[in-house]
């Protein structure tokens, strides 16, 4: 297929790093504030709640087939087209690291 790519160390090292980014975004997002109608709120209670209900599936849906495709080796994974489907989801993250980057330069 065009988009299959021999396994190599290159590409499990990026799969690896771009994983555990996304994992620690998860962490992070459960811990940052957020502006609720214009406030500030703290409240991890608040915070993790608004992240379930807006965020958290599509990072979800996108990170454990991540995952998996790691911990059973690219190979194996390969074959299952809705999971590659999920994968090549992935650029989808692009449009929330977006967001953060226009959100960390209003605060600027």
Same mark, same amino acid.
């Given at each position: 297929?065009?988009?299959?790519?021999?396994?190599?160390?290159?590409?499990?090292?990026?799969?690896?790093?771009?994983?555990?980014?996304?994992?620690?975004?998860?962490?992070?997002?459960?811990?940052?504030?957020?502006? $609720?109608?214009?406030?500030?709120?703290?409240?991890?209670?608040?915070?993790?709640?608004?992240?379930?209900?807006?965020?958290? &599936?599509?990072? &979800?849906?996108?990170?454990?087939?991540?995952? %998996?495709?790691?911990?059973?080796?690219?190979?194996?994974?390969?074959?299952?087209? &809705?999971?590659?489907? $999920?994968? &090549?989801?992935?650029?989808?993250?692009?449009?929330?690291?977006?967001? %953060?980057?226009?959100?960390?330069?209003?605060?600027?």
């Amino acid at each position: 297929e065009v988009f299959d790519l021999p396994p190599s160390g290159f590409y499990t090292v990026l799969d690896l790093t771009a994983n555990i980014f996304w994992t620690l975004d998860i962490a992070l997002t459960c811990i940052t504030g957020v502006y $609720v109608e214009g406030s500030l709120v703290t409240s991890r209670r608040i915070i993790v709640a608004r992240y379930l209900q807006t965020w958290f &599936a599509f990072d &979800a849906l996108i990170l454990i087939p991540g995952w %998996m495709a790691i911990a059973l080796g690219n190979s194996k994974i390969s074959g299952f087209g &809705a999971m590659r489907v $999920v994968r &090549a989801l992935r650029i989808f993250r692009a449009f929330k690291l977006r967001t %953060m980057f226009a959100m960390i330069e209003d605060r600027l």
